[in-house]
Protein backbone atom coordinates (compact mmCIF):
# COMPACT_ATOMS: atom_id res chain seq x y z
CA UNK A 1 0.00 0.00 0.00
CA UNK A 2 3.08 1.98 0.94
CA UNK A 3 4.31 1.73 -2.90
CA UNK A 4 0.80 2.43 -4.36
CA UNK A 5 0.33 5.06 -2.54
CA UNK A 6 4.00 6.81 -3.26
CA UNK A 7 3.83 5.68 -6.75
CA UNK A 8 0.56 7.65 -7.00
CA UNK A 9 1.49 10.50 -5.53
CA UNK A 10 4.35 10.69 -7.95
CA UNK A 11 2.10 10.98 -10.92
CA UNK A 12 0.08 13.32 -9.56
CA UNK A 13 2.85 15.79 -8.95
CA UNK A 14 4.25 14.84 -12.57
CA UNK A 15 0.43 15.69 -13.95
CA UNK A 16 0.37 18.67 -11.77
CA UNK A 17 4.15 19.76 -13.18
CA UNK A 18 2.77 19.00 -16.59
CA UNK A 19 -0.47 20.88 -16.05
CA UNK A 20 2.00 23.99 -15.13
CA UNK A 21 4.43 24.05 -17.72
CA UNK A 22 0.92 24.03 -20.41
CA UNK A 23 -0.42 26.77 -18.70
CA UNK A 24 2.42 28.77 -19.42
CA UNK A 25 3.22 27.93 -22.57
CA UNK A 26 -0.32 29.22 -23.35
CA UNK A 27 -0.10 32.28 -21.29
CA UNK A 28 3.29 33.28 -23.20
CA UNK A 29 1.92 32.36 -26.26
CA UNK A 30 -1.05 34.69 -25.79
CA UNK A 31 1.02 37.65 -24.46
CA UNK A 32 3.09 37.12 -27.99
CA UNK A 33 -0.04 36.77 -29.75
CA UNK A 34 -1.83 40.11 -28.03
CA UNK A 35 1.70 41.81 -28.70
CA UNK A 36 1.61 41.30 -32.50
CA UNK A 37 -1.99 41.99 -32.81
CA UNK A 38 -1.48 45.86 -30.95
CA UNK A 39 2.09 45.63 -33.36
CA UNK A 40 -0.17 45.58 -36.17
CA UNK A 41 -2.81 47.33 -35.61
CA UNK A 42 -0.50 50.76 -34.57
CA UNK A 43 0.72 49.61 -38.08
CA UNK A 44 -2.21 49.74 -39.69
CA UNK A 45 -3.86 52.89 -38.23
CA UNK A 46 -0.10 54.75 -39.01
CA UNK A 47 -0.57 53.73 -42.76
CA UNK A 48 -4.19 54.82 -42.41
CA UNK A 49 -3.11 58.09 -41.16
CA UNK A 50 -0.13 58.83 -43.83
CA UNK A 51 -2.74 58.02 -46.28
CA UNK A 52 -5.13 60.30 -45.10
CA UNK A 53 -2.14 63.41 -45.38
CA UNK A 54 -1.49 61.81 -48.89
CA UNK A 55 -4.83 62.96 -49.70
CA UNK A 56 -5.05 65.81 -48.69
CA UNK A 57 -1.92 67.24 -49.97
CA UNK A 58 -2.54 65.67 -53.41
CA UNK A 59 -6.59 67.10 -53.00
CA UNK A 60 -5.07 70.72 -52.86
CA UNK A 61 -2.40 70.00 -55.41
CA UNK A 62 -4.92 69.38 -57.89
CA UNK A 63 -7.50 72.20 -56.90
CA UNK A 64 -4.52 74.07 -57.06
CA UNK A 65 -3.65 73.75 -60.33
CA UNK A 66 -7.70 73.95 -61.99
CA UNK A 67 -8.21 77.16 -59.84
CA UNK A 68 -5.01 78.46 -61.71
CA UNK A 69 -6.21 76.91 -64.81
CA UNK A 70 -2.65 74.68 -65.59
CA UNK A 71 -4.41 71.71 -66.01
CA UNK A 72 -5.22 71.83 -69.35
CA UNK A 73 -1.24 72.72 -69.44
CA UNK A 74 0.52 70.04 -67.78
CA UNK A 75 -2.24 67.26 -68.39
CA UNK A 76 0.75 64.63 -67.15
CA UNK A 77 1.02 66.25 -64.14
CA UNK A 78 -2.31 66.47 -63.50
CA UNK A 79 -2.53 62.60 -63.77
CA UNK A 80 1.00 62.12 -61.78
CA UNK A 81 -1.88 63.55 -58.78
CA UNK A 82 -4.71 61.85 -59.82
CA UNK A 83 -2.79 58.59 -59.61
CA UNK A 84 -1.16 59.48 -55.84
CA UNK A 85 -4.72 60.45 -54.70
CA UNK A 86 -6.20 57.64 -55.82
CA UNK A 87 -2.96 55.25 -54.19
CA UNK A 88 -4.08 57.17 -50.71
CA UNK A 89 -7.88 56.41 -51.13
CA UNK A 90 -7.38 52.95 -51.96
CA UNK A 91 -4.68 52.50 -49.43
CA UNK A 92 -7.14 53.87 -46.51
CA UNK A 93 -9.98 51.68 -48.18
CA UNK A 94 -7.67 48.60 -47.84
CA UNK A 95 -6.03 48.52 -44.56
CA UNK A 96 -9.73 49.93 -43.35
CA UNK A 97 -10.85 46.76 -44.20
CA UNK A 98 -7.35 44.43 -43.16
CA UNK A 99 -8.71 46.37 -39.63
CA UNK A 100 -11.98 44.64 -39.22
CA UNK A 101 -10.18 41.25 -39.61
CA UNK A 102 -13.25 39.12 -40.64
CA UNK A 103 -13.48 35.37 -42.15
CA UNK A 104 -13.30 35.08 -45.98
CA UNK A 105 -15.74 32.87 -47.54
CA UNK A 106 -17.23 31.95 -50.43
CA UNK A 107 -17.08 34.12 -53.89
CA UNK A 108 -17.06 37.65 -52.78
CA UNK A 109 -14.45 36.54 -49.85
CA UNK A 110 -12.05 35.28 -52.49
CA UNK A 111 -12.64 38.71 -54.40
CA UNK A 112 -12.41 40.84 -50.94
CA UNK A 113 -8.91 39.12 -51.31
CA UNK A 114 -7.76 39.81 -54.85
CA UNK A 115 -9.05 43.10 -54.94
CA UNK A 116 -8.56 44.94 -51.86
CA UNK A 117 -6.65 42.33 -48.82
CA UNK A 118 -3.90 41.38 -51.73
CA UNK A 119 -3.55 45.64 -52.08
CA UNK A 120 -3.76 45.21 -55.65
CA UNK A 121 -5.75 48.54 -55.63
CA UNK A 122 -2.63 50.31 -54.14
CA UNK A 123 -0.90 48.52 -56.91
CA UNK A 124 -3.16 49.78 -59.51
CA UNK A 125 -2.06 53.63 -58.76
CA UNK A 126 1.71 53.41 -57.05
CA UNK A 127 2.92 51.45 -60.37
CA UNK A 128 1.11 53.79 -63.02
CA UNK A 129 2.34 56.73 -60.89
CA UNK A 130 5.86 54.68 -61.48
CA UNK A 131 4.99 54.86 -65.39
CA UNK A 132 3.70 57.92 -65.55
CA UNK A 133 6.69 59.63 -64.12
CA UNK A 134 8.84 57.95 -67.14
CA UNK A 135 6.33 59.41 -69.70
CA UNK A 136 6.85 63.19 -67.69
CA UNK A 137 10.70 62.58 -68.24
CA UNK A 138 9.75 61.75 -71.87
CA UNK A 139 7.95 64.52 -72.72
CA UNK A 140 10.19 67.30 -70.94
CA UNK A 141 13.23 65.85 -72.90
CA UNK A 142 10.93 65.85 -76.49
CA UNK A 143 10.48 69.90 -75.67
CA UNK A 144 13.97 70.80 -74.63
CA UNK A 145 16.23 68.76 -76.49
CA UNK A 146 13.87 68.79 -79.75
CA UNK A 147 11.86 71.46 -79.17
CA UNK A 148 10.25 72.17 -83.08
CA UNK A 149 9.90 68.20 -83.29
CA UNK A 150 8.22 68.20 -80.07
CA UNK A 151 5.02 70.52 -81.20
CA UNK A 152 4.62 67.81 -83.86
CA UNK A 153 4.81 64.66 -81.96
CA UNK A 154 3.24 66.10 -78.79
CA UNK A 155 -0.15 66.07 -79.98
CA UNK A 156 -3.20 66.44 -77.47
CA UNK A 157 -4.29 62.79 -78.52
CA UNK A 158 -0.75 61.55 -77.67
CA UNK A 159 -0.84 63.18 -74.33
CA UNK A 160 -3.99 61.63 -73.35
CA UNK A 161 -2.60 58.33 -75.06
CA UNK A 162 0.19 58.33 -72.91
CA UNK A 163 -1.99 59.01 -69.62
CA UNK A 164 -4.13 55.68 -70.54
CA UNK A 165 -1.15 53.70 -70.85
CA UNK A 166 0.29 54.51 -67.24
CA UNK A 167 -3.24 53.37 -65.92
CA UNK A 168 -3.39 50.30 -68.28
CA UNK A 169 -0.01 48.95 -67.70
CA UNK A 170 -0.24 49.14 -64.02
CA UNK A 171 -3.78 47.63 -63.79
CA UNK A 172 -3.18 44.55 -66.37
CA UNK A 173 0.14 43.78 -65.10
CA UNK A 174 -0.85 43.58 -61.30
CA UNK A 175 -4.63 41.97 -61.78
CA UNK A 176 -2.97 38.81 -63.52
CA UNK A 177 -0.11 38.83 -60.82
CA UNK A 178 -2.55 38.49 -57.80
CA UNK A 179 -5.54 36.44 -59.33
CA UNK A 180 -2.37 34.34 -60.37
CA UNK A 181 -0.44 33.90 -57.12
CA UNK A 182 -3.23 34.62 -54.41
CA UNK A 183 -6.26 32.40 -52.80
CA UNK A 184 -7.92 32.51 -49.89
CA UNK A 185 -7.06 29.42 -47.55
CA UNK A 186 -9.44 28.33 -44.13
CA UNK A 187 -10.86 32.10 -44.16
CA UNK A 188 -7.25 33.92 -44.99
CA UNK A 189 -6.23 35.88 -47.73
CA UNK A 190 -2.57 34.47 -48.89
CA UNK A 191 -1.55 37.65 -51.72
CA UNK A 192 1.02 36.54 -54.16
CA UNK A 193 2.03 33.26 -51.56
CA UNK A 194 0.60 30.68 -54.35
CA UNK A 195 3.20 30.47 -57.44
CA UNK A 196 3.15 27.13 -58.89
CA UNK A 197 7.20 26.97 -58.73
CA UNK A 198 9.87 28.98 -57.24
CA UNK A 199 11.03 29.63 -60.75
CA UNK A 200 7.46 31.55 -61.56
CA UNK A 201 7.79 33.44 -58.53
CA UNK A 202 11.33 34.57 -59.28
CA UNK A 203 10.01 35.88 -62.58
CA UNK A 204 7.61 37.69 -61.48
CA UNK A 205 10.21 39.66 -59.64
CA UNK A 206 12.66 39.78 -62.00
CA UNK A 207 9.76 41.33 -64.51
CA UNK A 208 8.83 43.87 -61.74
CA UNK A 209 12.07 45.15 -61.07
CA UNK A 210 13.05 45.52 -64.79
CA UNK A 211 9.93 47.12 -66.06
CA UNK A 212 9.17 48.72 -62.49
CA UNK A 213 12.54 49.85 -61.41
CA UNK A 214 15.41 49.46 -63.87
CA UNK A 215 14.11 50.86 -66.95
CA UNK A 216 12.02 53.79 -65.66
CA UNK A 217 15.75 54.58 -64.04
CA UNK A 218 17.16 54.34 -67.19
CA UNK A 219 14.67 56.78 -68.88
CA UNK A 220 15.72 58.94 -66.03
CA UNK A 221 19.03 59.00 -66.06
CA UNK A 222 19.33 59.33 -69.90
CA UNK A 223 16.75 61.80 -70.26
CA UNK A 224 17.62 64.59 -67.85
CA UNK A 225 21.34 64.13 -68.65
CA UNK A 226 20.58 65.00 -71.99
CA UNK A 227 18.28 68.02 -70.49
CA UNK A 228 20.86 69.53 -68.63
CA UNK A 229 23.59 69.31 -71.49
CA UNK A 230 21.20 71.02 -73.64
CA UNK A 231 20.21 73.53 -71.33
CA UNK A 232 24.11 74.13 -70.66
CA UNK A 233 25.43 74.28 -74.14
CA UNK A 234 22.07 77.07 -75.16
CA UNK A 235 23.70 78.99 -71.49
CA UNK A 236 27.02 79.23 -73.41
CA UNK A 237 26.18 79.96 -76.61
CA UNK A 238 23.90 82.84 -75.31
CA UNK A 239 26.41 84.15 -72.47
CA UNK A 240 28.97 84.10 -75.84
CA UNK A 241 27.07 86.91 -77.14
CA UNK A 242 27.25 90.27 -75.95
CA UNK A 243 24.39 92.22 -77.90
CA UNK A 244 21.83 94.22 -76.16
CA UNK A 245 19.39 91.17 -76.46
CA UNK A 246 21.89 89.22 -74.38
CA UNK A 247 20.23 90.20 -70.88
CA UNK A 248 16.67 89.11 -72.19
CA UNK A 249 17.86 85.93 -73.64
CA UNK A 250 20.18 84.83 -70.26
CA UNK A 251 16.84 85.27 -68.13
CA UNK A 252 15.57 82.84 -70.73
CA UNK A 253 17.76 79.90 -69.76
CA UNK A 254 16.31 79.88 -66.06
CA UNK A 255 13.09 79.78 -67.07
CA UNK A 256 13.78 76.55 -69.64
CA UNK A 257 15.76 75.23 -66.56
CA UNK A 258 12.87 75.25 -63.80
CA UNK A 259 10.46 74.17 -66.60
CA UNK A 260 12.25 71.43 -67.50
CA UNK A 261 13.56 69.95 -64.74
CA UNK A 262 10.58 70.67 -62.80
CA UNK A 263 8.69 67.02 -62.99
CA UNK A 264 12.08 65.51 -61.73
CA UNK A 265 11.12 67.16 -58.59
CA UNK A 266 8.08 65.94 -58.48
CA UNK A 267 8.99 62.73 -56.43
CA UNK A 268 10.91 64.72 -53.70
CA UNK A 269 8.00 67.71 -53.37
CA UNK A 270 5.12 64.82 -52.56
CA UNK A 271 7.25 62.46 -50.86
CA UNK A 272 5.55 63.49 -47.29
CA UNK A 273 2.22 62.90 -49.90
CA UNK A 274 2.86 59.96 -51.18
CA UNK A 275 2.34 56.30 -48.94
CA UNK A 276 5.03 54.92 -47.30
CA UNK A 277 4.53 51.17 -48.21
CA UNK A 278 6.61 48.70 -50.32
CA UNK A 279 5.13 45.34 -51.53
CA UNK A 280 7.07 42.68 -49.69
CA UNK A 281 6.27 39.09 -51.63
CA UNK A 282 6.28 35.78 -50.30
CA UNK A 283 8.54 32.73 -51.72
CA UNK A 284 6.13 29.77 -50.65
CA UNK A 285 4.86 28.02 -53.50
CA UNK A 286 1.87 26.10 -54.44
CA UNK A 287 1.68 22.43 -53.79
Not at 163 to 184: K, P, R
Not at 186 to 196: I, L, M, N, R, S
Request: a positive charge.
Amino acid sequence: MTEESSTISHLSVAMTEKRIETSQTTDVKGVASSSYIGDKLYWEWSVIFIAVVGLAGNGLILYALVVSKQHKKHMLIVNQNVLDLFSSIFLIITFAVQVCRFDLTGAVGYWVCIVILSENLVWWATNGSMVNLALITVDRYLLVVYPMRSKKWLRPWVIYSAMAFSWIVSIVYNSILVIYSSTVIDGVCHAYATFDSFAANMISVIVYVLFFYLIILAIFIYCYGRILATIRRQASVMASHNTSGSSTAQTQSPSVARQALWPATVPLDQAPLRPSHRRFKRTSSRR
